[in-house]
């Protein structure tokens, strides 16, 4: 299961310290929470959508209501929330975990199936389906795919793409 948890920051001043905070302190802490698998963030490559998103393999939504959660800063932005905007979290079903997304890769997000083969090459999305939260959008599909490729669809309206902000950190818990 993906919990995806997109927003906007309101304050270039500060927005420099939240992302320190958000990547060094709160990520390590929920990759800790007893079931999170996997964790990663990302930064929007154009605008008209959250300019930031993280994705999370949990193992169910058990786990988001758990004390481990909210005692390491689950749902909890304390100082920041004021800055924050456009927020938006969803729980989608899906097999395995989240693909990691390389340096030199980006996260290629989209309501439809791509079709690569007219590029010569294939990628294998991960599709995702609403089970929690907002539920919306329904249906997802993301792609990890290299920078070439992702600049091919920056201004397709109904993809978005992203450029990865961490490595993705993966629990030491099994």
Not at 50 to 71: G, M, R
Not at 151 to 168: A, C, D, G, H, N
Request: hydrophobic content about 35%; overall charge negative; some cysteine.
């Amino acid at each position: 299961m993906l919990y995806i948890v997109e927003c906007s920051y309101n304050d270039s001043e500060s927005e420099d310290e939240w992302n320190f905070f958000y990547s060094q302190q709160k990520f390590p802490a929920l990759i800790s929470v007893t079931g999170f698998k996997t964790s990663q963030r990302f930064r929007a490559i154009k605008e008209g959508y959250p300019a930031y998103l993280a994705i999370h393999t949990i193992d169910n939504t058990k786990v988001l209501n758990s004390e481990d959660y909210h005692l390491k800063g689950g749902g909890n932005f304390s100082r920041w929330q004021k800055n924050i905007s456009d927020w938006h979290r969803n729980l989608y079903e899906t097999e395995g975990i989240a693909p990691a997304t390389l340096a030199d890769q980006r996260l290629v997000i989209s309501t439809k199936k791509i079709d690569f083969s007219a590029l010569g090459t294939r990628f294998s999305g991960t599709e995702l389906y609403a089970v929690g939260l907002e539920k919306h959008p329904e249906y997802r599909i993301i792609y990890s795919v290299p920078v070439e490729i992702a600049k091919l669809f920056i201004e397709i309206e109904s993809v978005s793409v992203y450029e990865p902000m961490t490595l993705q950190l993966q629990s030491l818990i099994t």
